[in-house]
């Protein structure tokens, strides 16, 4: 039998050691980060990407949105844009959007290239593109925290109501409500479109969608640059997809860059 | 067997009968026939206001369709030498009317549509197709020829100029269009117009941008253009024409014309219009006597710039510029940075040329070009490049060229700036990349991507929340509230004055305590406090035993003694106020035995 006190002490042992077995990849992301960034400065934007991408391998894709992931991917998407390539450098940004989507860099970089592509803004003009980009500002995570926290106040504008009552506790519950109703529009947009695995069309003159993979198959539509897509399976050099218009066919891979990561 | 035939005979009561049906059926038939008739007397007729115009001056057809609440008009007829302009209305009017003893109700639609005489002549007018009773139906107007001739009188009082205008230019070139107005200085003009109907219609001419035609007078008269807009007319000194003297306005801008082919100007006219009829008063409307001065319709033809001769470094400009130059430093050290401004000026198209890439010249392969910041206002053009020296060699920063084409000799010629001399020191091993960035061919006009982002020290965590529980918070949340209300309301409604006073007790003991030091306002303001508490008036606790009343009421121990302090301080208050002997007890001490008597007993 062990002793408690020796419990005690492989307990704390344990406690003290798991943030260093956390820290481990980081620490390797970092070292991998400098070496990129060196890469870049040179001028060897292939060694930069790869050693970028190496260092996004070793986070948790799984695990939500983060900064870290954001940054490294913005500057897979500069290395992009410098390598030459200036849709991959978009896939890229797009990507980093996904955790970091009010960031001034990523944006700024995205509308540059997008300019000197002359492609159109990303997010359109008027009120309802203004509206949606302001939907879309937020993670998922944010947003759910967003919608928690309206419900958090709904909560005690209702509990005072509850207990003190009168007309002033009312307003201040219908303002509750209308806050929490207002707060929890960006969970409301990924309920109604979740977050899930897409890939962006980088052939600079789009991309045919045939109904089989191979080369002579029947053309089904065109896919514009830039045109996101959900990649559904793959096989070879080929990757099965379905448009926004809910059409599936197959694009081939090489003319796609995932931005689910 | 015989059948039973009733013999009907004048007198017999059956004989009234039927002659009563004939007479009641001849009446209605009577009241009905008007009624049948106005069903079908829907009808169409279009007027026009005159028969005789003047060139310029708009005249209206009127067209009424009774009895059809559907009826429309579809499309206009189209006339040379007339405009008609868009269908106005209709109006709807209904009124009642008595037709054969009975009351019907009619209604009429009403049209007008505006017809501009733009030319000298007699037009017939086809007839106009109105959609009616559910069919369409041709209806002629009458009269059916309009005849306008020139208005005389206004050519004689009035003025209307687009002077100097050219008759041919070349795509790109830009040219002053002047427009002149004007009426005899006698004339008492209340009213003025104009009609361009070549304005902003016609294919590929288009105002240059810019800060506009500034006045020199700086007294400006908005003149309406189309019955659409204002132009600023700037108004300018009188001037002696045909032996009389007449007010002038003029607007000047400058127009491009982008596409080659013909610019065909219609008939231009300026309406104005004196008062006539006397005095004016609060019950008369003015009347106007109107002048119709017109410019005929004329053309401008646009020539394509020819492609011989043409170089390969010509970007589009057309015209007569002037270039300046200036530098931000003539003594900058190798690998700094330094700006270059270049500007041209002159009678061309400015806003569409495209502008030198230095990138792309030998003579500046002494420099770094980072990029440059494009802008132009009015008829200048001015570009500000970024300049980097490579080292000490260089001494100057080189012509930069333009070619242009000259409208004038129909040739192309290069424009250049003046060198600039610098002195450029330091030098060495530069590495401008790491400094300003890999160079781009193309960067976009002075933009460039942003910097890398840092990733040591990055959050490396997620943010993930889940919100699946979300709308069970919802449904939790709206239970719970209803729950909590149900419960705090069963003894009694939390927002009633007695609720609200038994809550406020203890501030309005302490509020009371802090204004008087006095025994006697002391108890009283208790008295008061136990009163709110209990929900009774504070008369109902003079020389009351508060540990009573707590016992009554079930109070714990803590309660009662809590009820036992508070009275033994009461006590205290008392003997002090009337006894004068005792000593009063202390606000803080009265607090906390207040606030122990209402945390611990409860009505």
Known sequence: MVSFSKQVLVLLLGCWLLPLAFSA?????????????????????????????DALALSNAEAGTSALRGHLLYNLGNAAERAGEPLRALAWYQAALRHLPRDGHIRHNRDFVRGAQGLPPADGDGLGATLRAGLRAFTPAESAWLAYGGLALLALALGYEALRGGRTARRLAWLAAGLAVLLALPRVRWMLAPPGPAAMVIAEHGSSLYSEPRGDAQSLVKLEATELVEPLDHWNDWTRVRTRSGQEGWVSSVRLQDIWY | MHACIPQTHPGSVAGLTRRFRLAWSLLLACLLLPLAHAQDSVTAKANLSTGLARLGETVQIQVTVENDNR???RGVPQVPGLRFGAVMGPSISSFMESTGGRMVTRSMLRWAIPVEATEVGEFTLPELTVWVGGQERNVKITPSTLKVVK?????????LELPNLPTTVYEGQPFELRLRVGWVRRLNVRKASLTLPWWNSLPGMMQVKGPGFQPQTGQVQPLMVNGDFDLPFEVRPDEDLRGEPFRVFEFRTTVIATRSGRLDFATSTFMFAEEVGG?????TQPSYREYYATVPAFSIDVLRVPEKGRPLEWGGAVGELTAERKVSSRDVSAGESMQLEVTWTGMANVEFFDTPDLKKLDSFSGF???????????????VVYDLVPLSDEVTQVPPVPLWIFDPATAAF???ETEPVPIRVTGGGDLNLDAAFGPEQENNGGGRDLMDLLPVAGVQAGSQAASGKWYFAGWAGLLLGWLVLRKAVRRHGDPDSVLARARRRALRDLDRALAGSGEPLPMAHAVQRFLAQRSGEPAAAWVGRDPVVWAQQHGASEAGCKAAERLNALLGQLDAAAFARSAQT?????????????AREVHA
């Open chain 2, 368 to 382: 770094r070009v980072l990029g440059h910041e494009d802008s132009n206002i009015g008829m200048e053009r001015r």
């Open chain 1, 25 to 53: 990849p980081v620490q390797d992301q970092e070292r991998l980060s400098q070496e990129a960034e060196e890469a870049y400065r040179r001028g060897e934007y292939e060694q930069a990407t790869t050693l970028w991408q």
């Open chain 2, 279 to 283: 005095q004016r008063s609060r019950f």
């Open chain 2, 71 to 73: 009826a429309e008009i």
């Open chain 2, 151 to 159: 208005d005389v009188q206004a050519d004689e009082l009035g003025l």
């Open chain 2, 585 to 597: 007890p202390a606000r803080g001490e009265l607090l906390a035995a207040a606030k122990d008597f």
């Open chain 2, 413 to 415: 010629k290069k424009i």
